[in-house]
């Protein structure tokens, strides 16, 4: 249970310091590239890809580093 809840706190961490790391202009570029039809307002700012991206490499940090907390005790 300990090892979860280790693995959970890490996993957003992470997640939230990558997600600070990526910059908001390129993306807003790329989310217009995706939407060529006409654009409602809402898909003009999707940046869903960030929020998935971002929490999937705090999860593999995370998932590293209670492994190697876990292998070293």
Do not use: E, N
């Amino acid at each position: 249970m300990q090892l979860l809840v280790t693995l959970f706190i890490f996993t957003i961490c992470y997640g939230l310091l990558f997600l600070s790391i990526f910059p908001v202009k390129p993306l807003q570029k790329i989310s217009d590239f995706t939407h060529k039809t006409k654009k409602a307002m809402y898909k003009q700012y999707d940046l869903t890809w960030p929020y998935f991206f971002s929490f999937l490499g705090g999860y593999v940090v995370a998932s590293a580093m209670v492994y190697l907390i876990q292998d070293s005790i």
